[in-house]
């Protein structure tokens, strides 16, 4: 792994999820998919985890991930669009079932996948499969890279997601939402987003495995998958879940209800069919299967457009929103750092994502160990996202005496996304 590749995976270590998302689709038995982690040089014994109607622990998310991608690919084929901008992509084969169906299709990930993944695919295709075939480094807080990801095809396009929210935080997922708004209201098409009901596809499949005790299953096997991605620094994920029962479920009204405050449509495309059918029914008994489909009926991807009606009015009662994040668009990513003392200068500006925050790692790191001190300057930083304060987390733990680290400067927008993920404690004193 080259040092770029180390900064990128550093900034935002998502990317190990989708090769988990592989491996399961591999146990599927989707031969691209196991084709392709070959190419990735995952041993096998890392692939295969044997998957029988007595395993209680890898098989239920096997079944979760090609439930889920099967449900996601024919609704994305039934979209009727020529194009499919598969955000995020991650490592997944769909690239092959779709320039199959002639479709055009545009991947889009973080710069450590779309760099493992974009050679991979270009050595498994030929000349024809090739003009089909873009991928585009995208980060999903960023609207300028997912404008020029959306371009590299002329048209509407289908936008396809799954696998991404439960990695992002509140303010991400808000901006993903206006920054697809923005993007169908310029070219047309639809995004289909199969998160919004993680939580529903999830206990489809494990209610029909496991009955009793689904929930129990469910939480020990979803902590080793956030585990992976690093996502306990988000704290808060989502303003919007309501108490039954006394526990916390997504309140799905209001989540439409705050889609449609902001001019999207939602159509409810429901997971059940007749003929659902899964390659791991052969790991399932009869009543498994037939409890699963019962459970898809109430399952759904929803289907967003953008409301050709929508006039900018009054905030929806009770979907209260993170405020919208203020960007400006003439400040370019620059970090300036300076050492005296042993104490880190460093002047931040324009936005620090997932795509900018690996030059901030690089300069700490090339600042050395003798660092005892580190002052940031954030006056100039429009935006950060989960990526750049996982960054300034580095940093400030890197120091023995804590005291010693200062962050100012920060504007409203900084100041809220810190609040909201709980990094104030850190920063803000
Ligand atoms: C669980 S994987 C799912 C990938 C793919 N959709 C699949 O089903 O195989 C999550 C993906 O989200 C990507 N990701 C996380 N944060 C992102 C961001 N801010 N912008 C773009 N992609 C992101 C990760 O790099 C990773 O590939």
Redesign the pocket.
């Known amino acids: 792994m080259n040092e770029n590749q180390e900064l990128n995976i550093a900034v935002?270590p998502?990317?190990n999820?989708?090769i988990?998302?592989?491996i399961m689709?591999a146990n599927a038995h989707y031969d691209k998919a196991l084709e392709i982690l070959e190419k990735m040089g995952i041993e096998k014994e890392k692939i295969f985890h044997g998957v029988d109607s007595s395993d209680m622990i890898n098989r239920p998310s096997d079944i979760v991930?090609e439930l889920?991608?099967v449900a996601l690919n024919r609704t994305i084929e039934e979209s009727g669009f020529k194009t499919l901008m598969?955000?995020?992509?991650?490592?997944?084969p769909?690239v092959f079932d779709f320039t199959e169906k002639g479709m055009q299709y545009i991947g889009?990930?973080?710069p450590?996948?779309i760099n493992e993944f974009s050679p991979i695919i270009a050595s498994m295709t030929d000349d024809e499969q090739k003009k089909k075939i873009n991928f585009r480094v995208?980060?999903?807080?960023?609207y300028e890279s997912m404008k020029a990801a959306a371009d590299m095809v002329d048209g509407p396009v289908c936008i396809?997601?799954?696998?991404?929210t439960?990695?992002?935080t509140a303010d991400?997922t808000h901006q993903?939402g206006v920054n697809i708004r923005r993007i169908l209201s310029e070219k047309g098409g639809c995004w289909l987003n199969a998160d919004v009901e993680t939580l529903e596809y999830y206990m489809a499949v494990y209610r029909a495995v496991a009955g009793d005790k689904a929930m129990e299953l469910l939480l020990a096997s979803r902590k080793g998958f956030s585990g992976q991605?690093d996502t306990d620094l988000h704290k808060n994920n989502s303003n919007v879940v309501k108490e039954s029962a006394g526990k916390l479920t997504p309140d799905y009204k209001k989540i439409e209800a705050l889609y449609k405050s902001r001019g999207l449509l939602v159509e409810k495309v429901p997971y059940y069919r007749d003929d659902l059918k899964l390659q791991l029914f052969d790991a399932m008994t009869d009543e498994e299967i037939e409890k699963l489909k019962e459970n898809t009926k109430h399952v759904n991807i929803w289907k967003i457009t953008v409301d050709p009606d929508f006039r900018e009015s009054a905030p929806v009662a009770g979907a209260d929103a993170p405020s919208e994040i203020l960007m400006d668009p003439d400040l370019p990513f620059d970090v300036q750092c300076s050492v005296s003392d042993g104490l880190l200068d460093v002047s931040v500006q324009g936005r620090m994502?997932?795509l900018t925050a690996p030059e901030l790692l690089k300069k700490f790191q090339e600042a050395g160990s003798a660092i005892t001190g580190i002052h940031i300057d954030v006056s100039k930083m429009a935006y950060v996202?989960?990526?750049g304060l996982r960054v300034l987390l580095i940093m400030y733990k890197s120091l023995k005496d804590k005291d010693s680290f200062e962050l100012t400067g920060a504007n409203a927008t900084v100041r809220e996304i810190m609040e909201t993920t709980g990094f104030d404690q850190f920063f803000l004193k």
């Open positions: 935002n998502t990317s999820t989708a988990t998302t592989l689709l991930r889920r991608y598969d955000l995020p992509c991650g490592y997944t769909k889009c990930d973080l450590a996948v995208v980060d999903v807080t960023n396809a997601t799954e696998g991404l439960v990695y992002l991400e993903l991605a994502d997932t996202s989960s990526a």
